[in-house]
RNA sequence: GGUCGGUUCGUCUAACGGUUAGGACUCAAGAUUUUCAUUCUUGCAAUAGGGGUUCGAUUCCCCUACCGACUACCA
């Protein structure tokens, strides 16, 4: 039986999605899509006490920024929550859903494969204390749990009148005492765990009546037909629960294949990549900006000047490649190229300077038409309205020393506005005895000059220097003082032009005043 | 501590038993240049360690070391 491709990303709604996280949902989405599938968002909130207002949107905006957009689960910028054609494994937010998972547990429990358990959390911690003191730890599973209180030891009527009346209790999973589990994964290959070493999971939690990750999980992949589960490393751990699940519902035959992604990890040091680090080491660790409940800010790419289409490209090579030289792909690219067998298995450190780079490379391809639209909001919040054909050469100067959109204006000030204050050291070096003489010389030679282009002006400049037996850079850096202001900036002659000759003598004699 | 996963230049990675171990980012040097860049050229730089298997191991196996994840009524 041959089933269509379905994949989801699922994230829960108890912050901001971090890099790693676009990531995963990014390799979904090419998965999905190179095998002509259906990529689902389905929101993870079955904790109710991480909850966090607002989690949900930003996750949303930010697969819509990256363009990465679900076929299923969301619609118009929200969940999903009726059922429709199109939708039809709606509601998409696991907290809509609770409804159908406590069945699930009650299968479970009735087959065996699972018991009440009536042990309080206090009474759990101490436990564990106890172990830890004695330097062992404390697990609950075959080796502990007919010492506990649970239906596995109470007879029926006791189980029965613990249950009535309470939510005191929790659903674990009853885990074999000695089995070899046997699984497979699609970038690991075979993997094998003694199910006599894991702990009985909770699957329901009565206390808020809702299921833990494990149970809804797999209720859910079962129920919206999900044939690959692409997901971070930390799961990895509780694949073998996961197998036991489906084989204790029965559902092995349509059990999905199974990924794990490798971390992200941090750029120095050791770890996984952390918030911390984006603010500690200077760059974003989330795609869009982000203001928690105390007022804390965290940088987004997108606030950074990042186009979202560098943004997928450098996230897609942090542990996978095509196995070619070629580095850049747009998502179509990405979707034509992508496999699971050429992702890598080793965590990788984020490297913030090839970031940049990327970008870099998809703002050089970015027309000049293009970059004037995105430059000009920025000249007009500094009061600043020059036409489009000067911003235009303007952009044809500066383009290959940018980085984002967001250098242009430091690039390209001077073009626009005069100097304010000259660099001091520049001065010192150039400014000689008889450089307002020079200078004075320079304005009438300028004066007459026509055409004042780039083209006349330049030889016009150097042979001028020359015939007066001037040095061409003590000269040539004095006009860009006076020009620019310090030592930056496009050549002389492509100033001149650019500014005009009435605004190029007026520099070179408010130079000389000053 | 236990379980599982991982380990090639500083970083991201290629080489799925036979290569002078390749590319990219960063860095350095040189060329170009009136500055800063760009561009071009060149350079620095790696198979964690030890055992096997093999004619031959980056590649397969084992051990050690190191890194990471997990070990919650969180996901």
């Known amino acids: 039986m041959i089933r269509k491709t379905r994949v989801r990303f699922a994230p829960s709604p108890t912050g901001p999605l971090h890099i790693g996280g676009v990531r995963t949902a990014l390799y979904n989405y090419l998965y999905a899509k190179q095998n002509g599938g259906d990529f689902l968002l389905r929101i993870e909130d079955t904790d109710s006490q991480r909850f966090v207002p607002g989690a949900e949107e930003y996750i949303i905006e930010a697969l819509a920024w990256c363009g990465i957009s679900p076929d299923e689960g969301v619609e118009d910028g929200k969940i999903v929550e009726v059922a429709s054609e199109k939708h039809s494994h709606a509601p998409y937010r696991q907290s809509q859903r609770k409804h159908l998972y406590r069945k699930y547990a009650e299968e479970l429990v009735n087959k065996g494969y699972a018991y009440y358990s009536f042990d309080s959390s206090e009474d759990l911690e101490a436990l564990r204390k106890e172990a830890e003191a004695k330097g062992d730890t404390f697990i609950y599973n075959h080796t502990t ?130 918030k911390r680090d984006g603010d500690r080491l200077g760059f974003p660790v989330f795609p869009l900006q982000w203001t928690n409940e105390q007022g804390e800010t965290s940088r987004g790419y997108r606030e950074d000047g990042y186009y979202p289409e560098a943004f997928i490209n450098l996230l897609a090579f942090l542990g996978w490649n095509p196995g070619t030289e070629k580095e850049i792909f747009s998502l179509k690219e990405l979707v034509e190229a992508f496999s699971l067998e050429r992702v890598v298995k080793s965590g990788a450190k984020f490297n913030p300077d090839k970031a940049r780079w990327f970008n870099q490379e998809y703002l050089r391809k970015e027309s000049t038409l293009s970059l004037v639209d995105s430059f000009k909001p920025v000249l007009l919040s500094k009061g600043i309205d020059k036409n489009d054909a000067y911003i235009a050469k303007v952009i044809d100067l500066i383009k290959e020393r940018a980085v984002f959109v967001n250098d242009f204006w430091s690039l390209s000030d001077y073009l626009f506005v005069a100097p304010s204050s000259y660099d001091q050291a520049v001065r010192t070096k150039f400014w000689k005895e008889d450089t307002p003489a020079v200078l004075k010389e320079i304005i009438g030679m300028l004066e007459g000059f026509e055409p004042f282009t780039k083209e006349a002006l330049e030889p016009a400049l150097s042979s001028f220097i020359k015939e007066k037996g001037y040095q061409m850079g003590s000269v040539m850096n004095i006009l860009r003082l006076l020009l620019v202001g310090e030592s930056k900036g496009a050549g002389i002659a492509d100033i001149m032009s650019l500014i005009g000759k009435q605004e190029t003598i007026s520099r070179i004699e408010r130079g000389l005043s000053d």
Do not use: C
Not at 152 to 175: A, H, I, P, Y
Not at 192 to 215: C, F, M, Q, R
């Open 145 to 274: 749990r007919d010492t506990l209180s649970n239906s596995l030891r109470f007879s029926q009527d006791e189980t029965l009148r613990r249950l009535n009346g309470t939510n005191e209790w929790v659903v674990r999973f009853k885990m074999p005492e000695n089995r070899i589990v046997k699984m497979k994964d699609l970038i690991r290959g075979d993997i094998e765990v003694n199910s006599g070493t894991l702990d009985d999971k909770v699957l329901w939690k009565a206390i808020d009546e809702l299921p833990t990750y494990h149970l809804a999980n797999i209720v859910d992949d079962h129920l919206m037909e999900i044939t690959e589960v692409i997901r971070g490393e930390e799961w990895l751990p509780s694949l073998p629960l996961h197998y036991l699940l489906y084989e204790a519902f029965g559902w092995q035959d349509s059990q999905p294949k199974f990924a794990h992604l490798s971390l992200l990890l941090k750029p120095d040091g050791k770890g996984k990549l952390s």
